[in-house]
């Protein structure tokens, strides 16, 4: 009963943090400050930016409590969005686990989410090492080395490194900078086991209980500057695929130019299973890099490939060793860098001019899609179900 | 001596019967009915729609019989079609070795052809079960089911589910409801050993004796009519591809959203052979789907592609064990079916939208093309001496 | 000492071959007449029309000794020049076997030139067999023979089959010629292990110490014009590819119909290695035909693929078997010959038309592109560089 009792309070505040994204949005620095990582901008450019976006646009929203009247969504299913959250976490164990492990000490989600940052910092340990030019932003870590900027995923609010806004931001800006530096190229990966797991529903349902229609809206606008800002790259995009990579996370790889992936990597776009329209222009990169019928199968049947599946049919370039994978990217990286930056440029940008428009209205179209089903009701119904469901990741 | 005669006869009969296609319009529905189908829309609608669409365009032929001088093409030459007809029945073991059967027992065509239809609606019972939302089409067995539409091809006046004017109509009737009921795809499948053997060459060659210019032209109107209810239906369209698919028969997978494939299936294009320049889109499809080089072997030098090739090439979704196969399909379908179906609309609106206007250009091209082909009698020489080389289905 | 002397006397004569290569333009016939091979047209037209050409747009250059002050490029970057042919020669044994012989025997390169082409000639006795009709020019044998015409490609002024304008030419004169007369077909097969060595960079590097802008533009003019004529050539073209192909030899590829390959042939566009945009229209073929991240890995970062790679990307439509190839690319022809030759051009148009003009595009685009590379010194420097690398063939 007392454990029954504990687990409803955890649910009550970890619903609270869904709901109150922006309450705190200054990232802790205390666990980069232990780890061997030396920060030289301390505070995220970004953060400001999206701040003074944010109220620009709305005034700050005051903390709402699950059992809110205004709210649209019915409690009994905002706690169902959160037993998908604890579901979530239960059955990915790392770095989820660590959360658990907080939640079963009683130590409430604050405590846990700090034995989380502290295990993303330790692994960040591993594959950053200590350069003076490694920049921890909120959501990501950034690496400007040899001519080239690294970006590695590792968001904070949000589980497995789904794509809300604010880490679609932090990313804008850097590819933005990357663009303009002397990059020859942008490498992406990852921190933890999951590559990117898509867009962040959990950070994103809890926000269509304010204003449906307004915040769908914004959703989709925020999604379509991002696509855009990979489709419009000028500079070659590497994604270093070290986990699986689901929905979002997959489709912004057939807008890569160059994409390496761990043997244990796998794809997954279950758009339809998420009651969801594609996303990231798969609706055009998949049928056309590898024939309708077999996007057919993953755009529709949500078919998961094997990083060697994916490879054969051209979303990858190449699939490496797993405990070489670090090493074996390094070393192709180099022999990229070894080309001429103007040239890389210039063919990156005859590679895709013939596509370049395709991709610009496809990604319209499938945010204006987006747009309209995420302004309906019928799809909360839907993710909340696909969510409950265990994701093994 | 005495066979010969009959050989003889039995050409001339059927000789008759592909002179005159219009003669026996009502199916005969005693079979159906020692069958265990139950059958809700006793007569197509299609048969009426059709009978209607040759009342208008011409006055029903009156029988011609083989030597009539009125023909263009040459008795011989007529008496060669029926041999390549009857050769076509000795080497396709099956369903043609019951019309065979007929034939060597002295029962005409007539009763050979009642025979074959016994055996279509014996393997109706088999993949068909007994529910009360099966229709029998003429050409067609339709099964509402599940939330979807499942047409089963098992042509009655061609062989090897080939597609003549009447088959085609048909399945645009069925795909014209299926496109505005409840339907949430499309499954297209087929009785029989072959899953499509393309256009009805048997069905065309002698109605070309009568005006060839004529003829092509409204084959070629009646091809593009149907190429285009494919590539504009708006529901997911999902091809168990049960065995071979050649010419048009393997076009249209390439026109579907998801193609299971047994792998005992093989798919072939030889366009070239038979005189024909590509049909049903192959010519933008194919290409895209594996390349120039791949597409230029099968639609220029008609090579033969195993269900696992064309599988590693995009053609193909997935390869099935040919023992399972319907169970695997019906589990793979109902995986679609949780779908929502709104969702899977938008979704197939959005893979094709940036595809179609290139596919109704080829489509109208390629109809041009064969339009003035077919409309010359070296084609006829072509596809004669095509038709009289053993098939190996 | 006498060694280096010696060595020394032979990059001042090839660097002065490599600077007029217009002072011998006549084919020496002497060799062919005693190789086995009947010659119908003594004098290749196309050395008329080349030498027209050639007259119109300029003067024959008087020949310009390599420390001729007017030289953009430094006599040390001329002799790295040379070092980096004599390195080519070193490492790519046959043929440059040869012409490594007669420089170790001091019979200078004129001597060692004379025993490469004889055993040219005497590797087209195997392949060419005696007929009457085939014609030798300049850097082609082209036979006709059985309805298609058959281009080896044999050239003498370029090490490893690699494209210069004359060699260029000459392929378009036979092109525009068997677009006009009976041929079903153009076969593409090259002799010598290597199939084609793309842009033959030590014919062209001397040209820009002339006038860098001009050159660069004459040069991107006729790779310009060349593309185009494969783009827009009427008929199937095939390819048999003996060895390796590489830059521009490996992107003709992809304009062809049907690929087949030698199974130890491999396929590489080190562009971004030697300081380039891609040519050939690779830029728009590679990405469309095996995915932008396959593709990719080819254009940026120079990945050699194996014959059977290539086939599996559907770059190339068949691997054969070394020791059989010939005699299976004949068979193979001739199951294409089978087709009618209206039907073969109809359905090439077809099967290019929706993608002819977003290939002429690229073509556009990429020559503009390379036009301003060439015209800039750091190429030369980028190129030497690569030249220099031992190039294994």
Same mark, same amino acid.
């Given at each position: 009963?007392?454990?029954?009792?504990?687990?409803?309070?955890?649910?009550?505040?970890?619903?609270?943090?869904?709901?109150?994204?922006?309450?705190?949005?200054?990232?802790?620095?205390?666990?980069?400050?232990?780890? %061997?990582?030396?920060?030289?901008?301390?505070?995220?450019?970004?953060?400001?930016?999206?701040?003074?976006? =944010?109220?620009?646009?709305?005034?700050?929203?005051?903390?709402? +409590?699950?059992?809110?009247?205004?709210?649209?969504?019915?409690?009994?299913?905002?706690?169902?969005?959160?037993?998908?959250?604890?579901?979530?976490?239960?059955?990915?164990?790392?770095?989820?686990?660590?959360?658990?492990?907080?939640?079963?000490?009683?130590?409430?989600? /604050?405590?846990?989410?700090?034995?989380?940052?502290?295990?993303?910092?330790?692994?960040?340990?591993?594959?950053?090492?200590? /350069?003076?030019?490694?920049?921890? #932003?909120?959501?990501?870590?950034?690496?400007?080395?040899?001519?080239?900027?690294?970006?590695?995923?590792?968001?904070?609010?949000?589980?497995?490194?789904?794509?809300?806004?604010?880490?679609?931001?932090?990313?804008?800006?850097? $590819?933005?900078?990357?663009?303009?530096?002397?990059?020859?190229?942008?490498?992406?990966?990852?921190?933890?086991?999951?590559?990117?797991?898509?867009?962040?529903?959990?950070?994103?349902?809890?926000?269509?209980?304010?204003?449906?229609?307004?915040?769908?809206?914004? $959703?989709?606008?925020?999604?379509? /500057?991002?696509?855009?800002?990979?489709?419009?790259?000028?500079?070659?995009?590497?994604?270093?695929?070290?986990? +699986?990579?689901?929905?979002? %996370?997959?489709?912004? !790889?057939? !807008?890569?130019?160059?994409?390496?992936?761990?043997?244990?990597?796998?794809?997954? /776009?279950?758009?339809? =299973?998420? %009651?969801?329209?594609?996303?990231?222009?798969?609706? #055009?990169?998949?049928?056309?890099?590898?024939?309708?019928?077999?996007?057919?199968?993953?755009?529709?049947?949500?078919?998961?490939?094997?990083?060697?599946?994916?490879?054969?049919?051209?979303?990858?370039? =190449?699939?490496?060793?797993?405990?070489?994978?670090?090493?074996?990217?390094?070393?192709?990286?180099?022999?990229?860098?070894?080309?001429?930056?103007?040239?890389?440029?210039?063919?990156?940008?005859?590679?895709?001019?013939?596509?370049?428009?395709?991709?610009?209205?496809?990604?319209?179209?499938?945010?204006?899609?987006?747009?309209?089903?995420?302004?309906?009701?019928?799809?909360?119904?839907?993710?909340?179900? #696909?969510?409950?469901?265990?994701?093994?990741?």
């Amino acid at each position: 009963m007392s454990a029954l009792f504990q687990r409803h309070r955890v649910l009550q505040r970890s619903t609270h943090r869904l709901l109150s994204p922006a309450s705190s949005p200054a990232p802790s620095l205390r666990d980069l400050n232990r780890s %061997g990582i030396k920060i030289l901008v301390p505070k995220s450019p970004m953060v400001q930016v999206q701040e003074q976006d =944010q109220d620009q646009s709305r005034p700050l929203p005051d903390c709402v +409590p699950a059992s809110s009247p205004a709210l649209e969504v019915s409690p009994e299913r905002v706690t169902s969005v959160c037993m998908a959250l604890m579901l979530n976490i239960c059955i990915c164990k790392s770095p989820g686990a660590a959360l658990m492990e907080g939640v079963a000490n009683g130590g409430g989600v /604050t405590a846990a989410k700090r034995r989380l940052d502290e295990r993303f910092d330790k692994r960040l340990r591993f594959s950053v090492r200590q /350069t003076e030019s490694a920049y921890r #932003y909120r959501h990501l870590v950034v690496r400007k080395q040899d001519s080239f900027t690294h970006i590695i995923l590792s968001t904070r609010n949000s589980q497995n490194n789904a794509l809300n806004p604010e880490v679609m931001r932090e990313l804008q800006g850097v $590819m933005a900078m990357a663009a303009c530096d002397d990059s020859k190229l942008l490498l992406l990966s990852s921190v933890g086991p999951v590559f990117c797991s898509g867009l962040d529903f959990l950070w994103f349902i809890p926000k269509l209980t304010e204003d449906r229609r307004r915040e769908s809206t914004r $959703m989709a606008e925020t999604l379509r /500057t991002f696509v855009n800002s990979l489709v419009q790259f000028p500079k070659p995009l590497v994604a270093a695929v070290n986990g +699986p990579a689901v929905g979002l %996370g997959a489709a912004i !790889l057939a !807008l890569c130019d160059v994409v390496w992936a761990n043997e244990k990597a796998w794809i997954q /776009t279950p758009y339809a =299973q998420y %009651g969801h329209t594609p996303d990231g222009c798969s609706s #055009y990169t998949l049928p056309l890099i590898m024939g309708p019928a077999a996007a057919g199968e993953l755009l529709l049947g949500g078919r998961r490939l094997t990083a060697l599946e994916a490879c054969s049919k051209g979303l990858v370039s =190449q699939v490496l060793w797993p405990h070489t994978f670090n090493q074996e990217v390094q070393q192709r990286i180099r022999e990229l860098l070894s080309a001429d930056a103007q040239v890389l440029k210039e063919s990156k940008s005859l590679i895709r001019s013939w596509s370049r428009s395709g991709l610009e209205q496809t990604n319209e179209r499938e945010c204006e899609a987006l747009k309209r089903i995420w302004a309906s009701t019928e799809w909360t119904e839907a993710i909340l179900e #696909y969510l409950q469901k265990p994701q093994e990741f």
